[in-house]
Protein backbone atom coordinates (compact mmCIF):
# COMPACT_ATOMS: atom_id res chain seq x y z
CA UNK A 1 0.00 0.00 0.00
CA UNK A 2 1.30 3.64 -0.68
CA UNK A 3 1.58 5.96 2.12
CA UNK A 4 -0.34 9.09 1.95
CA UNK A 5 0.89 12.04 3.33
CA UNK A 6 -0.49 15.34 4.52
CA UNK A 7 0.87 18.67 6.04
CA UNK A 8 -1.35 21.14 7.58
CA UNK A 9 -4.16 19.43 8.61
CA UNK A 10 -7.06 21.09 10.12
CA UNK A 11 -10.39 18.98 11.04
CA UNK A 12 -11.51 20.03 7.66
CA UNK A 13 -8.87 19.79 5.53
CA UNK A 14 -5.34 19.93 5.05
CA UNK A 15 -2.81 22.16 2.47
CA UNK A 16 -1.10 19.70 0.88
CA UNK A 17 -1.41 15.73 0.32
CA UNK A 18 1.05 13.82 -1.13
CA UNK A 19 0.67 10.32 -3.06
CA UNK A 20 2.62 8.68 -4.98
CA UNK A 21 5.38 11.67 -5.74
CA UNK A 22 2.45 14.00 -6.74
CA UNK A 23 1.62 16.66 -3.86
CA UNK A 24 -1.83 17.85 -4.51
CA UNK A 25 -2.47 21.59 -2.75
CA UNK A 26 -5.86 23.26 -1.77
CA UNK A 27 -7.10 26.33 -2.70
CA UNK A 28 -4.04 29.18 -1.72
CA UNK A 29 -5.79 32.52 -1.12
CA UNK A 30 -4.01 35.65 0.06
CA UNK A 31 -3.21 35.61 3.75
CA UNK A 32 -1.19 39.55 3.90
CA UNK A 33 -3.07 41.39 1.04
CA UNK A 34 -7.05 41.06 2.49
CA UNK A 35 -7.24 45.16 1.06
CA UNK A 36 -4.84 44.46 -2.12
CA UNK A 37 -4.93 44.70 -5.49
CA UNK A 38 -5.65 41.57 -8.15
CA UNK A 39 -1.96 41.88 -8.41
CA UNK A 40 -1.22 41.69 -4.40
CA UNK A 41 -3.25 38.97 -3.52
CA UNK A 42 -1.76 37.16 -6.30
CA UNK A 43 1.78 38.06 -5.74
CA UNK A 44 1.02 36.72 -1.84
CA UNK A 45 -0.77 33.40 -2.90
CA UNK A 46 2.53 32.92 -5.08
CA UNK A 47 4.52 33.40 -2.45
CA UNK A 48 2.42 30.99 -0.06
CA UNK A 49 2.59 28.10 -2.92
CA UNK A 50 6.46 28.83 -2.77
CA UNK A 51 6.48 28.08 0.41
CA UNK A 52 4.54 25.05 0.22
CA UNK A 53 6.47 23.72 -2.46
CA UNK A 54 9.61 24.10 -0.38
CA UNK A 55 8.24 22.56 2.35
CA UNK A 56 7.60 19.26 0.35
CA UNK A 57 10.66 19.39 -1.32
CA UNK A 58 9.62 20.47 -4.60
CA UNK A 59 9.49 23.61 -6.67
CA UNK A 60 7.20 25.72 -9.13
CA UNK A 61 9.54 24.20 -12.00
CA UNK A 62 7.42 20.92 -10.76
CA UNK A 63 3.95 22.10 -10.86
CA UNK A 64 1.54 20.30 -13.81
CA UNK A 65 -1.26 22.04 -13.43
CA UNK A 66 -3.02 25.76 -11.73
CA UNK A 67 -6.78 26.33 -11.40
CA UNK A 68 -6.97 30.20 -11.26
CA UNK A 69 -10.03 31.53 -9.42
CA UNK A 70 -11.39 35.03 -10.06
CA UNK A 71 -13.95 36.80 -7.78
CA UNK A 72 -13.66 39.25 -10.92
CA UNK A 73 -12.16 38.94 -14.52
CA UNK A 74 -11.95 41.95 -15.19
CA UNK A 75 -8.49 41.41 -12.49
CA UNK A 76 -7.29 38.80 -15.23
CA UNK A 77 -4.92 40.96 -16.35
CA UNK A 78 -3.53 42.17 -13.19
CA UNK A 79 -3.25 38.14 -12.15
CA UNK A 80 -1.25 37.30 -14.97
CA UNK A 81 0.90 40.39 -14.56
CA UNK A 82 1.68 38.85 -11.12
CA UNK A 83 2.02 34.99 -12.66
CA UNK A 84 3.85 36.57 -15.51
CA UNK A 85 6.27 37.81 -13.32
CA UNK A 86 6.48 34.67 -11.11
CA UNK A 87 6.18 31.40 -13.51
CA UNK A 88 9.04 29.01 -14.22
CA UNK A 89 8.80 30.29 -18.03
CA UNK A 90 10.67 27.26 -19.48
CA UNK A 91 8.63 24.78 -17.12
CA UNK A 92 5.31 26.43 -17.26
CA UNK A 93 2.17 24.34 -16.25
CA UNK A 94 -1.08 23.30 -17.46
CA UNK A 95 -3.68 25.98 -16.17
CA UNK A 96 -7.43 27.28 -16.05
CA UNK A 97 -8.60 30.44 -15.20
CA UNK A 98 -12.32 30.74 -14.40
CA UNK A 99 -14.24 33.71 -12.88
CA UNK A 100 -16.15 32.35 -9.18
CA UNK A 101 -17.86 33.74 -6.42
CA UNK A 102 -15.01 32.98 -3.10
CA UNK A 103 -15.79 32.29 0.43
CA UNK A 104 -14.68 35.23 1.54
CA UNK A 105 -15.81 38.81 -0.09
CA UNK A 106 -12.36 40.57 -0.20
CA UNK A 107 -10.67 37.58 -1.78
CA UNK A 108 -9.87 38.32 -5.54
CA UNK A 109 -7.96 35.26 -6.05
CA UNK A 110 -7.50 31.43 -5.16
CA UNK A 111 -4.97 29.03 -6.49
CA UNK A 112 -4.93 25.67 -6.73
CA UNK A 113 -1.72 23.60 -8.12
CA UNK A 114 -0.74 19.71 -8.48
CA UNK A 115 3.24 19.27 -8.36
CA UNK A 116 5.43 16.30 -9.15
CA UNK A 117 7.97 16.19 -5.81
Known sequence: MTKIQRFHVSGRYC???IHNDVAYFAGQVPENTLNGTAFEQTQD???????????????????LNAQVFLADMADYA???????AW??????????????KL??????????????L
Do not use: F, Q, Y
Not at 90 to 98: G, I, K, L, Y
Not at 103 to 116: C, L, N
Open 15 to 17: EVT
Open 45 to 63: VLNLIDKLLAEVGSSKANI
Open 78 to 84: EMNRAWD
Open 87 to 100: VDKNNAPCRACVEA
Open 103 to 116: AVAEWKVEIVITAA
